[in-house]
Structure formats: structure tokens, C-alpha cells
């Protein structure tokens, strides 16, 4: 009795810690509940398993995980722990056989559903992942990042009605995300309602000013309407943006369209600077064939 009282003491005081992400004194606590129950104290295991999981130490998180199966092997938290870090190890055939495992043991398991999915799209199973979303949105119609996910699979696919009515669906639940006004902006220029998509783009950059696609895809409906234009909309996210190396690149080509060589010039090199890999496109692109001419370009060029 003292012992089973001075588990649930430290248990409790643990699951304090670790909500509170006060990471190794949770940790220290859940070793000690670990150590007093001759480690058969489930919580402590699995608690165990997700601290080493979130610092990085992957191998020594499965070993709990595998100790909490070998006590009950219908710990659904378990195979579900397992399975998300073989999904990290991009291991996707031994994720997507845990995660179903994890389901199987609680057919409602939301967040298992949610991986599992997403697991089938990015290993090119779309079928699956299709419908595994469905069933995920048959238990919570309202999960904003299932209906968004679906939406970009049948984007994808050119399924673009469908695609309109879960963007649709996805930007009431949370107006404000911009991922969901980047998509709709997406389809509304698919289906050619150009105003549309041209206040879709703009609301997601208001949204979030470092998301690199928005400034990108605006820019395009500006390519040969309104050539400054879009350039106005690519200086804005070159400064905004971190990752900007295919916006330095379609800068150039505007910048060449409107008959500014040098420009076009100084921003493709910064392009290739940054990312050496575009030069086999450059050296195709109709746009740049003036650029390609420029004694500077074909400087650089010789030193790369």
C-alpha cells in the first residue's frame, strides 16, 4: 500500500511536469514511478517513451514502447507511438502497419487515423489515403487539417469541385488559416475566377507573410497582365521569406519579359547562388535566352 501510494504521488506529480513542459524533471519522476513498480507501471512507460521520443533519442523510446507491448499488447498508445516514429524514419510500411494496429485496438482513435492518412499520401498510396480521410471525417467532420489534406489530394488529382467544397468546408472552421486561403486561391484560379483567387492570395500573405507559395502563385496571375506588378509581389515575398531562391528565379524571368536584362541577370545569379541546381533550367528557359547573352552571366557562369 505505501509503495502503490508513493507511485501514484510521484505519477501525479509527473504528468504535472511533463504538461508544463518541464521535460527533465517529468522525466526524473517517471523513472522513479518506472523504478518503484519493478517497471510495470504502464503511464511511466509510455510518458517514458514520449520524453525520449521528443529529445531526439528514438531507439531508446521504442525499447519502451516495445516493454509497454510486452505487458499489454493491446496498448493502442504504444503501436501508435511506434508508428509515428517509423513515420519520421520515412519506414512508412512499418508505420502504416502500426498505425492500423492502433486503430484496430480503438476503431475512434482520431489522431491514428489522422497519420495513418497522411502517411498513405506521402508514400503515394492516394487511394488509401483518401479513404482513410473519409472515415477519419465519418467520426469528426470538423477536423480542419483532414478536410484541408483531402482537398489537396483531390487538387492534385484534378477532382476540383470536390477540392472547393473541403477548402470551403476547411476555411469555416478556421478562417483565418493560410493554407486554407492559399488553397482556395488555388481553385478559384483553376476554375478561371481570377479576382477570386487574386483576394484569396492576397489574404493568405496578410495571414502569413513568410509562406514563400503565396507570393509565388499571385505573382504568376501578374505575369503577363500586369509584368511590374507581379514583380512588386515577388520583391515583397524575396523580402519576407527565407527560403527564396525560386522566387529570385521567376523575379528574373519577369524581370526579362519587361526588358530588364540586367536585373533579370543580377537575380538569376543570386538564384543559382542559392540554389546551383536551377542552372540545368536556366540554361533551357526560353525567358532568359537574353540573359544567357549578358557578358556578366557567362562570367559567372565560368566560375561555377
Sequence with gaps: MKYNTQINKYLQKADEAFETDKTIKALDLYNKVYKLSNGEN?????????????????QKAKEYYEEALSIDDYEERAYYGLA??????????????????????????????????????VSGKKALAIETYKKLLSLNPMDFWAN????????????????????????KINPNNHLALF????????????EKAINFYERAIEKDKTYE??????????????TKKGIEVLSKGINNCSEVYFLYYNRSCFYALNNEQNKACEDI???????????????????????????SFKEFITGI
Design 148 to 171: 484541408l489534406n483531402l482537398g489537396c489530394i483531390y487538387e492534385e488529382q484534378n477532382q476540383n469541385n470536390s477540392a472547393y467544397k473541403l477548402f470551403s468546408k476547411a476555411l
Design 213 to 226: 507559395y503565396s507570393y509565388l502563385n499571385l505573382a504568376v496571375i501578374y505575369k503577363y497582365r500586369d
Design 84 to 121: 509515428s516514429i517509423y513515420d519520421e524514419e520515412e519506414n512508412y510500411e512499418e508505420a502504416i502497419k502500426l498505425y492500423n494496429k492502433a486503430i484496430y485496438i480503438n476503431p475512434n482513435y482520431h489522431v491514428a487515423y489522422f497519420f495513418l492518412a497522411n502517411t498513405y499520401d
Design 269 to 295: 545569379i543570386m538564384a543559382l547562388k542559392l540554389y546551383p541546381q536551377f542552372l540545368k533550367y536556366v540554361l533551357e528557359d526560353e525567358e532568359l535566352e537574353k540573359v544567357r547573352e549578358l557578358a
Design 183 to 194: 488553397n482556395m486561391g488555388v481553385i478559384c484560379y483553376k476554375f478561371n475566377m481570377i
Design 42 to 58: 504502464l503511464e511511466a512507460i509510455i510518458n517514458l517513451a514520449l520524453i525520449y521520443d521528443s529529445l531526439g533519442k528514438s
